[in-house]
């Protein structure tokens, strides 16, 4: 019965590529758009900090150490500005799937990550939630198996009930397969 | 026996010893400081050896204290003991619940005749039960007495139609019952590892409290033969080459010592090396100085890994690793003794002991898929030319010519190492284990059983995407397994497979 209802039984290359073009979901837009504010305005901080320090008018730096702050601030632009990107880009490729037994998780922009977490081998789930998570109702979920904490499963961006209804979901099924 | 009993005072010792271990491996991020300041320690010498004292009669003390307030006894079906100094620990044991009676002589109580009898339990280390400093034949008899209440208790259990499974469990696997012999190692064998693996810190672990006189001691017995160094290097009478004879002498030399240590170092480690079964479980003996035991379950069993370095592979000796849960959980130091390891058996004895643990194993003789050759491009072009060009460049710019040479003989070797690197790579899969094996001048096999993984990971570049390539990955209790640049389609083949077995068979991990 267990077989039948088996829904990834891959055996054969040819029907693999569906495999892979599963549908997947994205993470709630609200994670993304939070967290492209965050970074905009750390890296903006840093970026003010450093532009205090060249034109605050109280001690007057150097022509050269002058210099020297120009190239810091624009190297550090340079930097923010790549960071800014690349998060926001990192954030919108992130996307997961719920399966029967499994969860998958799909990430990376230049270096694509899928990690795929069978149910069966789960140690425990955490529920984690920020102060800015709880404001915007949101929660992440970190899974861990016995793999040990280098390989923790983490699905961030998730609206509270959904993390909810997925741990919940994971720990019944969990509970069938040990007891079934 | 019911009444109270104190341990022999030899104890002390032990808990001395113990407790000063406990305070050096404690205080050993602090011997840079004192390295440093040694000049200021030096001047005041009296206040060192005051305070070196007072922390000495302090242990010592400790060590009594701790002898004077540990008292068991022995019951007719547990045992209780009581000890602690400050935080008192009353521990009573029923003999069903130990696991395992074990005998550990150090090397300051075999003159005595004395031992320490750990009682093993299921549950966590902090339940587990030392009497230190007991006469031999007297732990022998409580041993006698824990085992022959357990198999009087069995045989009733027997008897008794309706046993409780796990209790039955607990006494089998606590029950004297035969122990069968595996492997054993010999002198020569330990030598022969000493010789192909490096075991100089098992030697340095036990002489890092002594480091500073031994460095002492080598320097002021080089002096005492009127050997400088510096007016050696610097005097203009010695020609280059006869300088550079004597570093390739002393090199040789330096090799030569390192080496011995290293046999020393393979000796305290694996002296007596026995590895048994009994049941279900293989229990490891091994130590020169004091002797320590592992003990794994066969169902613990994570990971099979056959080491080869190249000497080694030149002299046909295996280093066979069986690896339980990760090494996470467990304290990072003394791993390699805590790990179920054969040091340096022959190909026979190897296939023995690996059909022992998995018989439908094939890791030797499964067919070996090699890795997409991309794998030397990417190694040649990311790291290698890079080097070369840069080295080049310079010579151009600073027109030392010279430094040309060196980098076409650095890209040829390196070049030749990827190719070895590449070449050693492989990967297959049947129904019940994946195999990887990899190495560089010697060659290593990995293999676990496929309901074993705990999670899979694809990887993938966009340069890699271009040439329908991947990594996957493995992640397993004991570690994790990457196979690098294959096609794409046997990436997601090997996973879908895994996850498949994981997800159908619903077998346990451990």
């Not at chain 2, 290698?384 to 070797?413: D, G, K, N, R, Y």
């Amino acid at each position: 019965m267990e077989q039948s209802t088996f829904s990834n039984e891959p055996l054969s290359i040819e029907s693999l590529p569906a495999y892979q073009s599963q549908e997947s979901t994205p993470l709630e837009p609200a994670y993304i758009k939070a967290n492209n504010i965050l970074r905009i305005v750390s890296f903006s901080v840093i970026l003010l900090i450093i532009a205090v320090i060249k034109w605050q008018p109280f001690s007057p730096l150097s022509a050269d150490a002058s210099h020297v702050f120009s190239i810091i601030l624009a190297v550090a632009g340079a930097i923010s500005l790549f960071a800014i990107v690349m998060g926001y880009l990192y954030d919108k490729n992130k996307s997961y799937t719920l399966r029967e037994h499994d969860i998958s998780l799909y990430s990376g922009v230049i270096f694509k990550k899928v990690t795929i977490q069978p149910f069966l081998r789960i140690q425990h789930i955490e529920l984690k939630r920020g102060p800015i998570d709880r404001k915007l109702d949101l929660a992440s979920i970190q899974v861990f198996s016995a793999g040990g904490a280098l390989h923790t499963f983490e699905l961030p961006g998730l609206t509270h009930d959904d993390a909810l209804s997925m741990r919940q979901y994971i720990l019944d099924h969990k509970d069938v397969t040990v007891h079934g | 026996m019911d009444n109270w009993q104190r341990v022999s005072k030899v104890s002390i010792v032990d808990y001395f010893v113990k407790n000063l271990i406990r305070l050096v491996s404690t205080s050993i991020y602090a011997i840079p400081a004192i390295w440093a300041s040694s000049d200021t320690l030096k001047e005041h010498l009296d206040y060192v050896v005051l305070g070196g004292g007072a922390v000495i009669s302090l242990l010592f003390v400790a060590a009594f204290l701790q002898y004077f307030f540990f008292k068991y006894r022995l019951k007719e079906d547990n045992i209780e003991i009581h000890s602690g100094v400050l935080f008192k620990k009353h521990l009573d044991l029923p003999f069903t619940r130990v696991q395992n009676v074990k005998l550990i002589t150090p090397v300051y109580f075999r003159p005595f005749d004395y031992t320490t009898m750990e009682l093993d339990t299921a549950g966590s280390a902090k339940n587990e039960a030392n009497i230190v400093a007991v006469p031999k034949d007297k732990a022998n008899a409580m041993k006698q007495q824990i085992l022959a209440y357990q198999a009087l208790h069995q045989a009733e259990e027997q008897v008794d139609e309706q046993k409780e499974s796990d209790k039955e469990s607990v006494a089998n696997e606590a029950a004297v019952g035969d122990e069968k012999l595996l492997n054993e190692r010999s002198l020569l064998d330990l030598v022969i590892h000493g010789l192909t693996n490096n075991r100089v810190f098992f030697f340095l672990a036990i002489l890092a409290p002594m480091a500073d006189s031994i460095f002492e001691y080598a320097n002021q017995f080089l002096l005492s033969f009127g050997f400088d160094v510096k007016a050696f290097l610097f005097d203009a009478e010695h020609p280059w080459w006869q300088l550079s004879l004597y570093f390739i002498a002393s090199f040789i030399m330096a090799y030569f010592i390192v080496m011995l240590i290293s046999i020393l170092g393979a000796i305290i480690a694996f002296y007596g090396y026995k590895l048994t079964k009994r049941d279900n479980n293989y229990i490891q003996r091994s130590g020169l100085l004091s002797i320590h035991e592992v003990v794994m379950k066969k169902p613990r069993l994570q990971m099979i890994v056959r080491q080869q370095d190249w000497l080694d592979v030149l002299i046909k000796r295996i280093n066979l690793k069986f690896e339980q849960m990760g090494g996470l959980e467990r304290h990072q130091q003394n791993n390699v003794r805590n790990k179920l390891m054969v040091p340096s058996v022959k190909e026979n004895e190897c296939r023995e002991l690996i059909d022992e643990m998995w018989p439908t194993n094939k890791m030797t003789q499964v067919d070996y898929q090699p890795i997409s050759q991309r794998f030397i491009v990417r190694g040649i072009g990311l790291f290698i030319t890079p080097i070369t060009l840069l080295l080049c460049v310079i010579a151009v710019v600073s027109e030392q010519w010279i430094i040309v040479p060196p980098a076409i003989v650095f890209f040829v070797i390196a070049s030749g190492l990827i190719w070895c690197r590449w070449k050693r790579w492989g990967y297959a899969m049947d129904d019940e284990y994946v195999y990887v094996r990899k190495g560089l001048l010697g060659v290593n096999y990995y293999c676990f059983a496929i309901e074993k993984t705990q999670m899979v990971k694809f990887k993938q570049s966009i340069f890699l995407r271009r040439h329908k390539l991947c990594h996957t990955a493995f992640v397993t209790a004991a570690s994790s397994l990457t196979i690098p640049f294959i096609p794409q389609d046997i990436g997601w083949h090997l996973m879908s497979q895994s996850l498949y077995k994981v997800e159908s068979l619903k077998k346990n991990w451990m």
